[in-house]
């Protein structure tokens, strides 16, 4: 009887993240509406603990459903797209008196269109990478660089170059750049030197997420986008080659 509860509470656990997620987003641009830019931006990054939770249990559980997938894009579509526009607008660094207040909204068109892509093209299998930047990792990017400056100078650092990062993020949203969906020190099973030097960074974040994650985020969507740039040099390479030989 107890284990027949427990089947039917399983199922809502995923949902229970989700709305964390939606939650948070919500809280984030109360936040960054009052003046409170520092905490919107955590409560941004603690939606996206809540999205990861989400997808993991979800698989775990085999609790996935269409109505799941499209809730979450729903939360995510809030707490990435909308709290960090709001955010930056709160730290006066857009304004609507100006063309740049466009930029974000880029940022948030594109991100719709990353969810909606993602919507359709959804499996319930788990993906070795996903296709495009996934709006989650873009806005915590642009969220931990805020609390990053704000901790080290007091002060937003550089503002000038939130239009290009927005502009490329928004990009790689949209495009077809391959980004690791498993980390290789989540996929790693024996204990050696280089599980021991992966998990450094991430042994960083976690006592002091103000420093370290901003710099993490930014090596993966750097990484990502090198490597798809090798593997693209590495098909023509490979087409050149059977051109020659035909």
Same mark, same amino acid.
């Given at each position: ?13 995923? !949902? ?7 939650? /948070? ?14 905490? !919107? ?13 989400? !997808? ?8 996935? @459903? ?23 607008? #709160? ?30 093209? /959804? ?46 993020? #928004?990009?790689?949203?949209? @495009?077809?750049?391959?980004? #690791? ?35 993490? $985020? ?10 798809? $740039? ?5 098909? #023509? ?10």
């Amino acid at each position: 009887m107890v284990e027949g509860r427990v089947k039917k509470f399983v199922p809502i656990v995923p !949902g229970i993240f989700t709305v964390g997620n939606m939650i /948070a987003g919500f809280v984030s641009i109360l936040h960054s509406a009052s003046g409170k830019t520092v905490s !919107g931006a955590w409560l941004i990054i603690l939606g996206g603990v809540f999205d990861l939770l989400d !997808g993991k249990i979800a698989r775990l559980t085999h609790s996935t @459903s269409e109505i799941g997938v499209e809730l979450d894009s729903f939360a995510d579509f809030l707490t990435f797209g909308v709290a960090p526009g709001i955010l930056l607008f #709160s730290l006066d660094i857009y304004s609507l008196k100006k063309w740049g207040f466009l930029i974000p909204v880029l940022f948030l068109l594109a991100g719709a269109f990353r969810l909606a892509r993602y919507n359709v093209t /959804a499996t319930h299998q788990v993906k070795s990478d996903f296709q495009g930047l996934p709006i989650p990792l873009a806005a915590v990017f642009v969220s931990s660089y805020i609390i990053f400056t704000e901790d080290i100078w007091g002060v937003i650092r550089f503002p000038h170059l939130f239009t290009p990062a927005l502009i490329l993020l #928004s990009w790689l949203m949209i @495009s077809n750049v391959r980004y #690791s969906a498993r980390p290789k020190l989540l996929t790693i099973r024996k204990l050696g030197w280089r599980t021991i030097v992966l998990a450094i960074p991430v042994g960083a974040v976690l006592l002091k997420p103000r420093w370290f994650l901003f710099p993490l $985020i930014g090596l993966y969507i750097i990484h990502g986008f090198i490597r798809e $740039i090798h593997w693209t040099a590495l098909r #023509s390479s490979k087409e050149d080659n059977n051109e020659l030989q035909n």
